[in-house]
C-alpha cells in the first residue's frame, strides 16, 4: 500500500502564491502518476494537476492552468503544486492522490487508489 501525507496550505491573500507538498511512502515503486484534487465548500471534489511519476508529464484544468505547477521528485517520492496568482475561488481543501495503473486519463478522481488526508487552501480577498 501507499500512504500519501500533504502538506504546505494554509491561509494567503488573493494574487498570492503557494506550495503544496505530497510525500509518499510505503509501496511506492509501482506509482504510475500522481494528481492533486480540491474539494471547495459545497462543491464536488474537482481535478486540479496531475504528473506521470516516469516521464514527469503534467496535465492541468483549465482553471488552473497557467498559474499552477505540478512537479516530482522522484528521489524524495514526492509531488508538489506550485499555486501561484491565488484567487478565493481556489479556496479548497486540496487532495493528493496516486495511482499504480497505466491510465488513458488522470482527470478523473475514480482513476486512483490511494489518497491523502487533504490540506486546507484559504484564499482571502
Known amino acids: 500500500q501507499v500512504q500519501l501525507v500533504e502538506s504546505g496550505g494554509g491561509l494567503v491573500q488573493a494574487g498570492g502564491s503557494l506550495r503544496l507538498s505530497c510525500a509518499a511512502s510505503?509501496?511506492?515503486?509501482?506509482?504510475?502518476?500522481m494528481g492533486w484534487f480540491r474539494r471547495a465548500p459545497g462543491k464536488e471534489r474537482e481535478f486540479v494537476a496531475a504528473?506521470?511519476?516516469?516521464?514527469?508529464?503534467?496535465y492541468y484544468a483549465d482553471s488552473v492552468k497557467g498559474r499552477f505547477t505540478m512537479s516530482r521528485d522522484k528521489a524524495k517520492n514526492t509531488v508538489y503544486l506550485q499555486m501561484n496568482s491565488l484567487k478565493p475561488e481556489d479556496t479548497a481543501v486540496y487532495y493528493c492522490?496516486?495511482?499504480?495503473?497505466?491510465?488513458?486519463?488522470?482527470?478523473?478522481?475514480?482513476?486512483?487508489?490511494?489518497w491523502g488526508q487533504g490540506t486546507q487552501v484559504t484564499v482571502s480577498l
Open positions: 504528473i506521470t511519476w516516469s516521464g514527469g508529464r503534467t
Open positions: 510505503g509501496r511506492t515503486f509501482s506509482t504510475y502518476a
Open positions: 492522490a496516486a495511482t499504480d495503473r497505466r491510465r488513458n486519463t488522470l482527470v478523473e478522481d475514480i482513476m486512483y487508489e490511494y
